[in-house]
């Protein structure tokens, strides 16, 4: 079901379920079922998540059984992940922002994951000085927001490092290094690159890496941070 709500078509997934199949439903029934579904999942892990940012508003907003059902409407829990390799920061806030769009805030939870390929430090620092404001405004609407870390080589392979950051939403500031944060902890890691440690040498290329073999063209159009 996830990759519905990505907006890739029905005939991909498969035959519709029974009870939002036309010629077993009744279509006020179908809808109904359809909505219900959304808040009996809400229990189940990552039954709802987008793996790319720029299709967050289909997420919210694509009615993939053409039922007339908003998403947006009646999600109760999302994973969002952010892959910051390849993102243009400056785009981060505005696509964010999608989720004001969520109708019931009041107890949704919300599962933020900034995802790297590179274990680039500085460029966590930019992001999060993006995330933690978004996270502390949803918290105040009564969302309940985690944040997570999570580096590995390729989308498909296993994560070699990952670090839930909850505490962060709330003593993040402004001149905080996740370097004292994160570098402890990476330091003691085998098998990983540790491109945090000459990041800030005055030759360091961010530009200067190959794109795994299993990234989308689409997440790799765009100019690196």
């Known amino acids: ?9 029905i005939p991909r ?3 519709l379920p029974h009870v939002i199949e036309p010629t077993h439903a009744d279509p006020i029934f179908a809808r109904e079922a359809m909505e219900a579904y959304y808040h009996c999942a809400a229990g189940v892990v990552e039954v709802f998540v987008t793996d790319y940012l720029n299709s967050l508003p289909r997420t919210l907003h694509n009615d993939a059984f053409e039922l007339g059902v908003d998403p947006a409407a009646h999600l109760r829990k999302l994973r969002l992940e952010v892959l910051l390799d390849f993102r243009d920061m400056d785009e981060v806030l505005g696509l964010l922002n999608n ?3 969520i109708v019931h805030k009041k107890d949704f939870e919300l599962h933020l994951v900034a995802k ?23 918290r105040a609407e009564g969302v309940r927001v985690h944040l997570e870390w999570q580096a590995g080589v390729s989308l498909g392979s296993t994560i070699k ?5 909850d505490d962060i939403i709330d003593t ?14 990476l330091d003691m890691l085998d098998d990983i690159d540790r491109e945090y ?11 200067d890496f190959e794109v ?9 159009d765009g100019e690196e941070s």
């Open 172 to 185: 993040w500031h402004p001149g905080m290094e996740m370097k004292h944060r994160l570098a402890f902890y």
């Open 13 to 15: 997934l498969g035959p």
């Open 116 to 138: 790297q390929f590179r274990i680039r430090l500085k460029l966590l620092d930019q992001a999060f000085a993006i995330f933690v404001p978004f996270c502390r405004a949803f």
């Open 99 to 101: 989720l004001s769009d």
């Open 212 to 220: 795994p073999d299993d990234l989308p063209d689409s997440c790799s």
């Open 1 to 9: 079901m996830r990759y519905a709500w990505a907006g890739i078509q």
């Open 197 to 207: 440690r000459y990041e800030q040498d005055d030759n360091y290329d961010p530009s």
């Open 161 to 165: 490092a990952e670090r839930q950051l």
